[in-house]
């Protein structure tokens, strides 16, 4: 490393193999360098008189710039250094941008079902779509697909001895399996009894099945109520049966459920 004077504000900085041909010690001094070299005199005098000429109207900045030598942004950051900017002061004509000096001003309409709010945003926001975090988190929700959406309704359900499940489609699977229990297909079954660790150092390192049912001829399996199967449940599924090939898993998904819920929902009190 090497220690160097920035030409620009004097600040002592220490130039790497990465950067060993920066002149200053940032990318804002750099612009104010301009073309390589400081302001002069006579260019600092000059650049003074074409503000004030200017004082009540629109700046050229790329004349100024021209007429300087130096570049648009190296302009604005030594007028601003000086303290001889308006902040008032209507902004130059930008030939690129469209813009005469006034605020651009975007009005939507937000796509939240629950909102249609009509909706303002300057030119840092134009590429917001939603009015609010809030409004933005619903309409992701909404977009979810609608496996997910299903499964989303946790809480307690009082049919079933007041026990948590995570979603609807976990406490109906629950009341087929006191179904089958009462017709002595099984002879019981347990919620989340217990959890599978990975001997992995990273990404997914355990998996906790939803259902373990003791069937009437001695065996065991473990159901899993899967709606959506996203990438995270995959690996998690994967890893499951790479590290625990003796245990048995069956998974529930969408079309099983559904078509579960079409035999049997109208038989079992409570489904939701």
Same mark, same amino acid.
């Given at each position: 490393?090497?220690?160097?004077?920035?030409?620009?504000? &004097?600040?002592?900085?220490?130039?790497?193999?990465?950067?060993?041909?920066?002149?200053?010690?940032?990318? /804002?001094?750099?612009?104010?360098?301009?073309?390589?070299?400081?302001?002069?005199?006579?260019?600092?005098?000059?650049?003074?008189?074409?503000?004030?000429?200017?004082?009540?109207?629109?700046?050229?900045?790329?004349?100024?710039?021209?007429?300087?030598?130096?570049?648009?942004?190296?302009?604005?950051? #030594?007028?601003?250094?000086?303290?001889?900017?308006?902040?008032?002061?209507?902004?130059?004509?930008?030939?690129?941008?469209?813009?005469?000096?006034?605020?651009?001003?975007?009005?939507?309409?937000?796509?939240?079902?629950?909102?249609?709010?009509?909706?303002?945003?300057?030119?840092?926001?134009?590429?917001?779509?939603?009015?609010?975090?809030?409004?933005?988190?619903?309409?992701?929700?909404?977009?979810?697909?609608?496996?997910?959406?299903?499964?989303?309704?946790?809480?307690?359900?009082?049919?079933?001895?007041?026990?948590?499940?995570?979603? /609807?489609?976990?406490?109906?699977?629950?009341?087929?399996?006191?179904?089958?229990? %009462?017709?002595?297909?099984?002879?019981?079954?347990?919620?989340?009894?217990?959890?599978?660790?990975?001997?992995? #150092?990273?990404?997914?390192?355990?998996?906790?099945?939803?259902?373990?049912?003791? %069937?009437?001829?001695?065996?065991?399996?473990?159901?899993?109520?899967?709606?959506?199967?996203?990438?995270?449940?995959?690996?998690?599924?994967?890893?499951?049966?790479?590290?625990?090939?003796?245990?048995?898993?069956?998974?529930?998904?969408?079309?099983?459920? &559904?078509?579960? /819920?079409?035999?049997?929902? /109208?038989?079992?009190? &409570?489904?939701?």
């Amino acid at each position: 490393m090497e220690n160097r004077i920035c030409p620009v504000c &004097n600040k002592v900085w220490q130039s790497t193999p990465d950067n060993r041909r920066n002149q200053t010690c940032s990318q /804002s001094c750099g612009n104010a360098l301009g073309s390589g070299t400081p302001w002069t005199d006579v260019q600092l005098g000059n650049l003074k008189k074409l503000y004030i000429e200017h004082e009540n109207g629109k700046i050229p900045i790329n004349d100024v710039a021209k007429l300087l030598n130096k570049t648009p942004s190296a302009v604005r950051y #030594k007028a601003h250094k000086l303290g001889i900017t308006d902040p008032s002061r209507p902004r130059a004509h930008n030939p690129k941008s469209g813009r005469e000096g006034t605020a651009v001003v975007y009005s939507k309409i937000c796509p939240n079902p629950s909102c249609g709010k009509v909706f303002e945003v300057g030119s840092s926001g134009k590429h917001q779509v939603c009015c609010s975090r809030r409004c933005s988190a619903l309409r992701r929700m909404s977009q979810t697909p609608s496996g997910l959406r299903v499964r989303a309704k946790s809480g307690r359900r009082a049919d079933l001895n007041d026990r948590y499940f995570r979603s /609807s489609w976990e406490a109906n699977y629950a009341r087929y399996l006191n179904f089958l229990r %009462f017709h002595g297909v099984i002879q019981g079954w347990e919620y989340e009894p217990k959890t599978f660790y990975f001997p992995i #150092k990273r990404g997914n390192r355990h998996y906790t099945p939803d259902f373990l049912v003791y %069937f009437s001829d001695g065996h065991v399996e473990w159901h899993e109520i899967k709606g959506y199967m996203d990438d995270n449940s995959r690996v998690k599924l994967k890893r499951f049966s790479k590290f625990y090939p003796e245990e048995r898993l069956t998974l529930v998904d969408k079309t099983a459920y &559904n078509q579960l /819920s079409k035999d049997v929902s /109208s038989l079992i009190p &409570n489904w939701e």
